[in-house]
């Protein structure tokens, strides 16, 4: 108690010193132990369902006659036959995934739905605050119009009514009877990513994709089928089983389609882990490093510190050894000291894990999976303590190393005169090294991933996304006749291009939304085509500023007659005639119907997508209820603008979805930039850190030279020979550091070589040389400005003493 209450009162003295320390070590350690807590969510952490392990998603891909695989999507009746005839999964479960209008409530909300089959609720433990989920009464071809909630849909729209299983809610112009309302703490099991955040459950039959039952040539990427894997059944035979299922079945219902000969299907099982976490694996790895290794950053800063803080309480040290005081009283007296530090530094790292804790899950939960379950936990406390232990251990251990027990005698009895205490050049050697090696390997592990980041964010998509805005319409009454809904949407296109603002007009959907897949074959029949698809009307290249390059696109005859003409990007024309012009010629779809090129227009990629693929565009039916509206320079457009014109003549039509273009664009990026901002303060964070603990380490190196420096001025030596003189001496722990940095990185590409060939680019070996160089200049930087201090004084000064 007394040591303690002794370091706590020498502590007070010091505050400057005090703080530094708390608030590095606090900051540090709380961004570790908001890494650690986040890997161990992500990478350790079991799910919140029982057998985990055994629960898998189906993935339905099929593959042309060459083998290559195009299409990963469940067909419709493909589907229904799996789940209703497999034998490999104890339960298994259908979704489809939708946003629907719920025109029971005032405001008519889009909500997310999601359609299931009974066992969802079974299969992930739903347990219900009211009433029940859905039994075997209520599964597939039982059409019974019942509907479960969340909880959060029942607190935010109905209020935590108590009546609410009396009520129903209106979808569709169906009217579903709530028959359950599930509990706060269920976890939705993210099968369609972590944006998946479903607030009203309908049975399976309800779903959109249902007019497809017999249609077993159209796939729907929103279908999906998991299932609990039996114990006996493995992976593997549930693969092969599956595959034999669905491919005999498949092949029987196609075989009059010409365009699927040879074709066949392959089912692959992903488990849950892979399907919510996917191949991020790599990353969370990359941060808790980089996470580890600023912390390491920190505490060389603060072993740093301590040794000075030695150096100055020689005479006080000297005074405790006169009186009885051995080698391992100072050690317990070090280690109390740096126990009280870190006990004040642990508070500020537990804010600093709840700040990061909140962040992510107010800001990143689009992206990063399972944040509702994010919280501190005992692997958070444990590593806490573990970092307050091994820290306290490490600067006692160099406080206490870091001076010469037999020299505090003689330092007493000769009154402190030319024995000071100096810290041994070889700890100081260790510490520039163990500096330079750790911020080089950060900044190029944040360099390599702002790297990517920023290609990712600046590369071209192929066409201009500025001013444009995109929106749907629906109407109240879903039984209009198709000439009734072509004539509302042209009366409404003709009024949007008559507004001031609005300088053009396209009845098509959003560029930046996924196309597609459709199927064509070579009029000779000998080279069959997996490409995206769209379906565009006649202004919609131009108001997209999508450049052709061969041809024409559509005209408004086009349109209104549904001509049989199909426009195609430069990678389809490539493939079909990499010399002549494919203008003219003839591509047929599944059913055999020819359609004729009659454009080529330039490839454009999607945001954050890989690549570009190849593309085809088709005329659009006029009666189409989406709009691209393209705004004039220095004009905005809101939806409440929109509103007003759809209700001058259609009251009866709503807007169901607005959004501008670019702003949907910026949230599609908003990985990539959050990397860019996260891996650029970690540079800068890391860059600070480590140029102020080198400063410290070289500074105290050049202090204790200062009069060998002086004397070297003073007969006549040049300012450049001595900075030389003086970097070149600690030059080697330098250069040790950036060997130490090569050689971290050569292991982790030998080892991990799998997971990190993506960011292998031809630039990674010019960041690593940008790195090394940048560290390297930090580290002459830090040598020169404590230097620059003395060259700048007469000599005389220099020589005034030795200490």
Request: proline share 4%; glycine share 4%; with cysteine.
């Amino acid at each position: 108690m007394y040591a303690l209450k002794r370091a706590f009162e020498e502590l007070k003295l010091a505050p400057g010193f005090s703080f530094i320390v708390v608030v590095t070590l606090g900051l540090s350690i709380g961004i570790l132990l908001w890494g650690v807590t986040l890997s161990y969510l992500l990478l350790v952490k079991p799910l919140p369902y029982e057998k985990q392990e055994s629960l898998f998603v189906a993935k339905h891909a099929l593959f042309n006659e060459k083998g290559t695989n195009n299409l990963t999507a469940f067909t419709y009746p493909g589907l229904v036959h799996a789940y209703s005839n497999q034998s490999v999964f104890e339960t298994t479960a259908l979704i489809n995934v939708e946003d629907n209008f719920i025109t029971s409530i005032e405001s008519h909300p889009i909500l997310r739905t999601a359609f299931v089959t009974p066992e969802w609720f079974s299969l992930f433990q739903g347990k219900f605050e009211l009433g029940r989920g859905f039994n075997e009464e209520e599964g597939i071809n039982t059409h019974k119009p019942v509907a479960v909630l969340s909880y959060n849909i029942w607190k935010e729209t109905f209020d935590l009514d108590e009546n609410i299983l009396n009520k129903t809610v209106t979808i569709n112009d169906i009217n579903f009877a709530i028959i359950g309302v599930l509990k706060q703490s269920f976890i939705e099991p993210k099968v369609l990513g972590s944006s998946s955040n479903t607030k009203i459950w309908l049975p399976w039959d309800f779903n959109a994709n249902r007019q497809l039952h017999n249609d077993w040539g159209q796939i729907r990427p929103n279908l999906h089928l998991v299932g609990l894997l039996k114990n006996d059944v493995s992976p593997n035979q549930a693969e092969q089983k599956l595959t034999k299922l669905i491919n005999e079945s498949w092949k029987e219902n196609v075989a009059q389609i010409e365009f699927f000969n040879e074709w066949q299907i392959k089912i692959h099982l992903t488990s849950f882990n892979q399907v919510i976490f996917g191949n991020n694996q790599i990353k969370i790895y990359l941060l808790l490093l980089a996470t580890f290794g600023l912390l390491l950053i920190a505490c060389t800063n603060i072993a740093n510190l301590f040794i000075a803080r030695t150096a100055k309480k020689q005479r006080a040290l000297a005074i405790q050894a006169a009186i009885g005081a051995r080698q391992h009283h100072l050690y317990r007296y070090f280690f109390v000291e740096s126990f009280i530090l870190l006990l004040c530094s642990s508070i500020l790292a537990l804010v600093i894990v709840y700040i990061g804790i909140f962040v992510i899950q107010q800001y990143f939960a689009v992206v990063v999976p399972r944040t509702e379950e994010l919280s501190v936990n005992g692997i958070t406390l444990i590593t806490l303590f573990l970092a307050i232990i091994m820290l306290s251990t490490i600067f006692a251990f160099v406080g206490s190393k870091s001076i010469n027990y037999q020299r505090l005698s003689q330092s007493l009895n000769s009154s402190g005169k030319g024995t000071g205490i100096q810290v041994s050049k070889r700890i100081r050697n260790g510490l520039i090294t163990i500096q330079v090696a750790l911020a080089s390997f950060i900044v190029f592990l944040s360099s390599v991933l702002l790297h990517e980041s920023i290609n990712i964010i600046k590369e071209p998509l192929g066409y201009n996304l500025e001013n444009l805005y995109h929106f749907s319409i629906s109407p109240s009454n879903p039984e209009l006749t198709e000439q009734e809904v072509i004539n509302i949407t042209t009366n409404l296109t003709e009024r949007l291009t008559q507004h001031p603002s609005i300088k053009s007009v396209s009845r098509s959907w959003s560029p930046i939304i996924q196309a597609r897949n459709a199927g064509f074959t070579t009029s000779d029949g000998k080279e069959d085509y997996s490409n995206e698809n769209r379906y565009v009307d006649a202004n919609y290249f131009d108001v997209i500023e999508q450049p052709i390059l061969q041809g024409r696109t559509f005209s408004p005859d086009d349109i209104k007659l549904q001509n049989n003409v199909i426009v195609i990007n430069d990678i389809f024309a490539q493939q079909l005639n990499p010399k002549d012009n494919v203008v003219g010629e003839k591509l047929f779809n599944p059913a055999g119907t020819p359609f004729s090129i009659i454009g080529v227009v330039k490839s454009i990629k999607l945001p954050a997508n890989a690549k570009p693929q190849m593309r085809t565009y088709r005329p659009r039916t006029r009666s189409t209820t989406n709009f691209i509206v393209k705004v004039k320079n220095h004009q905005s457009l809101e939806r409440d603008e929109i509103v007003s014109i759809l209700n001058e003549g259609h009251s009866q039509w709503r807007v169901s979805s607005f959004e501008n273009i670019h702003q949907v664009k910026t949230k599609r990026l908003f990985i990539p930039i959050s990397t860019t901002v996260i891996t650029s303060l970690l540079s800068i964070v890391t860059v600070f850190i480590s140029g102020i603990g080198l400063y410290g380490v070289l500074s105290y190196s050049i202090k204790i030279r200062k009069f060998e420096i002086g004397t070297r001025l003073a007969v006549g030596a040049k300012r450049s020979s001595i900075i030389w003189l003086m970097f070149s001496n600690n030059l080697i722990p330098v250069l040790l550091g950036m060997i130490a940095c090569l050689i971290g990185i050569t292991l982790i590409y030998y080892i991990n070589f799998n997971s990190i060939q993506q960011y292998l680019t031809s630039n990674a070996l010019t960041l690593l040389v940008f790195s090394l160089c940048l560290i390297f200049a930090l580290a002459f930087v830090a040598c020169y400005v404590p230097l620059r201090k003395i060259l700048n004084n007469p000599p005389m000064f220099s020589l005034q003493t030795i200490d």
